[in-house]
């Protein structure tokens, strides 16, 4: 009777870990060294977190300054042939001499987040 409740407990304690665990996947850094164009509008240079939600490839990006949201975008999550070492933006740059936002790729990881189909600058 004993191990019937420690094994539902262990199967319940399994469940709530790999739960925080898909949920912490789904975030991440961005560091800015200057002002890029996101969806349209400007985000400045500096740090920012990232958190996205969504099914399949299609997702919601919300970049955060602290603890604030301070932009909204969609984004596709790509599949990479291969991860790289560090965290690092790909930058499209535009006819009009600006620069947007294409990917954000995380360290180690073998997803991006992508903003745009073109990537022409990575840094």
């Known amino acids: 009777m004993k191990f019937s409740s420690l094994a539902k407990k262990l199967v319940l304690a399994t469940a709530i870990l790999l739960s925080i665990t898909a949920f912490a996947s789904n975030k991440g850094s961005l560091q800015l060294s200057s002002q890029l164009m996101v969806n349209g509008k400007q985000l400045p240079a500096g740090a920012y977190s990232i ?14 300054k602290g603890r604030q949201v301070v932009m909204t975008a969609p984004a596709r999550v790509i599949d990479l042939n291969s991860s790289p070492e560090t965290d690092a933006t790909v930058i499209k740059k535009n006819d009009d001499g600006s620069r947007s936002l294409a990917e954000i790729r995380f360290g180690g990881k073998k997803k991006a987040l992508s903003f745009d189909g073109a990537s022409t600058e990575s840094s």
């Open 51 to 64: 958190e996205w939600e969504g099914s399949g490839s299609a997702v919601q990006v919300s970049i955060l």
